[in-house]
């Protein structure tokens, strides 16, 4: 995994002061392979938010933190919640290839 701990940690903690506590984060992409070089970050946040505009607001705050924390930076976020109607394939990729943090 091509991240640091203070990555790491800046970003479950952030994730959780977002989303709330029981939100769970997990890397995918090619920031998962030590082989590769660059890339963005890709996080698939899995959080027990139902109302859609609260979700939004979670997104664009956390996107904020972290781009204050770890300096500006591509960091793409997936969202996963209860009820989400359309589950495209690239969340099952996220959950099934991702490394928890």
């Given amino acids: ?17 977002c989303f709330g ?4 984060v997990k890397l ?9 070089r660059g890339g963005d ?9 139902q109302d859609v505009n609260d979700i939004v607001r979670a997104e664009m705050r956390c996107q904020v933190q972290l781009q204050q924390a770890l300096g500006e930076q591509k960091i793409d976020m997936l969202i996963d919640y209860p009820n989400r109607g359309h589950y495209p394939a690239i969340f099952r990729i996220a959950e099934q290839s991702g490394i928890a943090l």
């Avoid at 506590?21 to 769970?24: M, N």
């Avoid at 995918?28 to 590769?36: A, I, V, W």
């Avoid at 970050?41 to 938010?49: A, K, Y």
Wanted: glycine residues 2%; positive net charge.
């Fill in 41 to 49: 970050i890709d996080l698939l946040i899995t959080t027990d938010m």
């Fill in 1 to 17: 995994m091509r991240l640091s701990d203070y990555q790491r940690q800046m970003i479950v903690q952030s994730v959780k002061s």
């Fill in 28 to 36: 995918f992409g090619s920031r998962t392979d030590d082989s590769r």
């Fill in 21 to 24: 506590p029981k939100a769970r």
